[in-house]
């Protein structure tokens, strides 16, 4: 049975927050570290963390954890040029597990919940879903999508690839964590109101 890889897309340059949100700490915790922990606990196969213009500083907030980092060149030109980056890392996986990095409440259960469901059902898509959105990580089969990756354009990512196969798609319930993500300083101030310590990079 081959290995069921994981990529995480953190290379975003935090435009709309002005800082790196990436490297900010949740109860002492950085959001990328918080991102990535629950892939690698899963023991699913390799962990590959894309980045971008914050390279240095998210692999700082990796430190001691068993990922491989790729440098996305092309980040400008949207989500589309970050999967592309780590096909090369995934294309003797049998799935991949795409997640987004500034999703940091994500739990090891619902990974191991979408695997059991891809087992079970034979569906080559597993989307999280809550209150009907459709939330991260996606788990999807690699062979059938790899060219479809490789031709996608923009900042779309793979919803055009899930939009494009419906019938393969199964969605399963999950918390609020699969939708959560921090873009604005609401982002951040809901945090904070939820009883978190948050705190910015001091570097």
Known sequence: MREICSVVLAAGSSRRLGFNKLTLKIDSEAVIRMSVVPFIEAELGDVVVVTGPHMSEITGELHGLSVTVVHNEDHRSG???????????IRSAEAVFFHL???????????????????????????????GKKG?????????????????EGDKGLREVIEKHKEDVLCIEADDGVLFDIDTDDDVR??????????????
């Open 101 to 131: 990095g500034d999703k940091p409440f994500i739990k090891k259960g619902l990974l191991k919940d979408m695997v059991e469901a891809y087992r079970r059902t034979g569906k080559p898509i597993i989307v999280p879903v809550c209150n």
């Open 79 to 89: 989500m589309s040029s970050s999967i592309k980056a780590a096909l090369s890392c």
């Open 136 to 152: 991260h990580p996606v788990l999807m089969s690699v062979a059938p999508y790899i060219e479809e990756m490789k031709s996608l």
């Open 190 to 203: 809901d945090l904070k109101r939820k009883g978190y310590s948050v705190e910015k990079d001091r570097g």
